[in-house]
């Protein structure tokens, strides 16, 4: 079966934040456009592709029963996640008792951080680091020590780990953020690499919250290598945390859930997220999960990979043909490009506010990268028809960056 990428869905009025929440949070989502200019949404991360079939299909039948009450998970939606996680990433020894649910991903992280770290404390992320990361380590009352990722001599994104090991040491740090792939670089960690970062946290003691939502939006030529899967130790000392609301474009439907092998680690965060007793499997959420994680729910998500890589390699050579100013290191997952655009801005004695105002006003809703720790870059999101993407461009040649 061949899934519809290229229609243009029109968003507007059905909830959307990309689009709905233009000009409304300063500082935060981009302006609206100037009149004449349709707005291309290329900055919130969710996409502009309808979800599998398989999803809309499994919540519309359990829609037709009319009762909605109290509810026990269904031991089809543990099965559904141990076999998505074993043909999908190969962990085969996932034990239904490991999974547990959370409202968000974040929620997760949040749970987690409870569970492991002492208001106040630090806590090591590599930068440029997801801006969700940022709030809800501000807002609980933890210090951010940041690990600064590199570019090494071909461009990719690699891990510092002399500098990783030196933050701990100084800050007594007990737990690390670890995103996988990485949010906003799209660097997907290779097995040698994860190996050295959790022999580093093993050295130290550190407890590791796992971030890998992105999981199965590697781009073609890449493979997601779970955290807890290098190694025993790193199986016990991780808290992994998952959601089909990126993969499947679902984030609207709140549901993501962790994995978690270590009893006493998982004994702590699951009495963590209790406690607000708002932490529950939603009815519809958990139907949207079976749905997805189904052989359409895999075949959709492989023609989406194909669709997310020709978008970027298409982006990517564009940049670099176009604006040899502009500097980027090609994602290997997500469909999110951070490009440095600190050449530019110096060259034509401009500030990236008023770049970022250039794009908007033509619809090319980018997003600042200055809350990705990144000051003179633009992240953009390349999940969209690729109709769209040749608009925004174009656009941007035009009236941008060549005018």
Not at 223 to 233: A, F, G, K, L, M
Not at 345 to 363: N, R
């Amino acid at each position: 079966m061949t899934y519809d990428f290229t229609s243009l869905i029109d968003r507007r009025g059905k909830d959307a934040l990309a689009l709905d929440g233009l000009g409304k949070n300063p500082g935060f989502a981009p302006d609206r456009p100037k009149e004449g200019f349709d707005p291309i949404p290329m900055w919130v991360a969710d996409m502009n592709f309808a979800t599998a079939p398989s999803v809309v299909q499994a919540m519309k039948d359990r829609l037709d029963h009319p009762l909605f009450g109290y509810f026990a998970p269904r031991e089809d939606y543990y099965r559904a996640i141990q076999t998505w996680q074993g043909k999908r990433h190969g962990v085969l020894d996932l034990d239904q008792g490991a999974i547990g649910f959370e409202n968000g991903v974040l929620g997760g992280v949040v749970s987690a951080l409870g569970a492991l770290a002492s208001r106040g404390e630090g806590v090591l992320v590599h930068s440029p680091t997801y801006i969700g990361f940022t709030k809800v380590l501000k807002t609980n009352g933890y210090r951010i020590i940041h690990s600064p990722l590199i570019r090494d001599g071909e461009g990719v994104w690699r891990m510092d780990y002399e500098d990783m090991e030196r933050q701990i040491k100084k800050y007594k740090i007990h737990v690390a953020i670890f995103c996988s792939p990485h949010n906003p670089t799209g660097r997907v960690w290779e097995e040698e690499e994860i190996k050295r970062a959790m022999d580093i946290y093993k050295r130290h003691q550190v407890f590791v919250i796992s971030d890998e939502i992105w999981a199965d939006l590697t781009l073609e030529g890449h493979r997601h290598i779970p955290t807890q899967s290098v190694s025993e130790d790193a199986k016990m000392r991780t808290v992994a945390l998952y959601s089909p609301s990126k993969t499947f474009n679902l984030a609207g439907i709140t549901g993501s859930y962790h994995l978690i092998y270590n009893p006493w680690l998982r004994d702590r965060v699951r009495r963590e997220a209790a406690l607000s007793h708002y932490n529950a499997l939603h009815l519809l959420s958990m139907h949207a999960l079976m749905g997805a994680y189904t052989q359409e729910g895999a075949q959709w998500l492989d023609q989406l990979r194909g669709v997310l890589t020709q978008n970027v390699q298409e982006a990517v050579a564009h940049i670099r043909t176009h604006w040899p100013q502009l500097d980027l290191a090609s994602p290997q997952g997500t469909y999110m490009l951070f490009v440095d655009c600190g050449q530019w801005l110096a060259h034509h004695q401009t500030s990236l506010e008023a770049l970022e105002k250039a794009a908007w006003e033509v619809g090319v809703m980018v997003q600042d990268g200055k809350m990705f720790q990144g000051p003179t870059h633009l992240r953009m999101n390349l999940a969209l028809p690729n109709s769209q993407l040749r608009e925004a461009l174009d656009r941007l040649d035009r009236y941008v960056f060549n005018k």
